[in-house]
């Protein structure tokens, strides 16, 4: 390889890296005004999880309590700084090991910008979706950025052959979030295409080993823990900002009826759609690539699911980017993304009295971010059935 090449690919990564320190700080500036007297009661969505005023540099990170995978890696690695600062003859700062948290997400949204950027190949797509505005508004305030991390290598892996190894990250995804599980009902789609379950069996004895390895303990000593966030995920609300939610506000004010969006016609919504998806990896063209129907299975989950958050945004960024790679797209999704955000969180005393910050708008950004992720499911679904595999990922399916 000419040294030409070698400085491109470092200039690539150290610019990747530049965006993604941008972003954490502009996710820090985002939240400075939490930090004020009083700026927790004025902007209470905006300050949900952030330190109060004196707090540290960083401490905005998540709240509620890290899984066990997260935890353990947290420990390991502050155990190490700690000594490593003993050793160097300089005492820990505990403000910093605070912090580590969040720094380990800012880290891990490096990794993950990385393993994209390097799949992709050269572009702007990787560069845009380093700041994408879910990241700063959400990225760094949830446990599930790890999970993001393992479900791209899972995928990426997958796409190279190594199917043990795929199944490994898959399992680790599951540890932090549940939604990395969408790429394991992907792998088994594509082995009912094939008629060959080998991959799918490796892929699955992974992703089990792994998991209960690392979860093995905590679910012994707290099963009443578990049972109890299974049963709260099985009876989770409908939420405002999901499918169900914007159904049942807008189709009542246009024809007057109420439409039903809980329980059967969730779930059943939810099975006709995977069964589409199935029945459209049967009949393409050619092998579908299997980062095209993860995110499909995916986008069915966030779009009919019972909510539709930036943190469920967060895990459909690099799969738009990696099946797409049309980061004009993707930039004005994200766009819309973050004109609803600022109008839905920050408070009416924010905005001038403008037309576009009343209700009226916040009901037509609802809709218009539905929109976009149907769109995206089409797209991808018609490049899936002409034979267009994920075309960012330079790297040969296993067939």
Request: net charge positive.
């Amino acid at each position: 390889m000419s040294t030409v090449r070698i400085r491109r690919r470092g200039g690539g990564a150290l610019l990747v890296a530049g965006l993604v320190l941008y972003a954490a700080a502009m996710a820090w500036l985002l939240r400075l005004p939490c930090r004020a007297p009083g700026g927790g009661e004025r902007f209470p969505d905006l300050c949900a999880g952030t330190a109060p005023a004196g707090g540290s540099l960083l401490a905005s990170g998540p709240d509620a309590a890290a899984p066990p995978l997260v935890g353990m890696i947290t420990t390991v690695v502050g155990w190490f700084a700690a000594n490593l600062s003993m050793l160097l003859g300089a005492e820990a700062d505990r403000g910093a090991l605070a912090e580590l948290p969040v720094l380990l997400l800012v880290l891990v949204w490096l990794a993950t910008v990385l393993a994209v950027h390097r799949s992709v190949g050269r572009g702007p797509d990787a560069l845009v979706m380093a700041i994408a505005p879910a990241v700063l508004l959400a990225g760094f305030t949830t446990w599930d950025l790890w999970a993001v991390l393992f479900l791209v290598l899972a995928l990426l892996f997958h796409a190279r052959g190594s199917c043990t190894t795929s199944g490994v990250f898959l399992g680790l995804g599951a540890s932090v979030a549940l939604f990395p599980v969408a790429a394991l009902l992907a792998v088994l789609f594509l082995a009912a295409r094939r008629r060959q379950f080998r991959d799918f069996a490796l892929v699955l004895l992974g992703a089990v080993l792994t998991w209960a390895l690392v979860n093995g303990p905590s679910v012994v000593t707290s099963w009443d823990r578990w049972t109890a966030g299974l049963g709260t995920l099985a009876q989770r609300p409908v939420a405002d900002s999901s499918f169900w939610g914007v159904w049942g506000r807008l189709v009542p004010a246009l024809i007057g009826t109420a439409p039903a969006g809980t329980g059967q016609g969730v779930l059943l919504t939810l099975v006709l759609c995977l069964l589409g998806v199935l029945v459209a990896a049967l009949v393409a063209r050619q092998d579908p690539g299997v980062v095209q129907v993860s995110f499909l299975v995916l986008a069915v989950f966030v779009l009919f699911g019972t909510d539709y958050s930036l943190v469920q945004v967060l895990w459909l960024v690099p799969l738009v980017v990696l099946a797409r790679r049309r980061w004009p797209e993707f930039a004005a999704w994200q766009l819309v993304e973050l004109a609803h955000w600022a109008v839905l969180v920050l408070p009416g005393q924010t905005w001038p009295e403008l037309p576009w910050t009343g209700p009226g708008a916040l009901e037509l950004l609802a809709v218009l971010r539905l929109l976009f992720l149907v769109y995206f499911v089409v797209v991808v679904t018609v490049d899936l059935l002409r034979g267009r595999r994920a075309t960012a990922t330079k790297v040969s399916e296993v067939g």
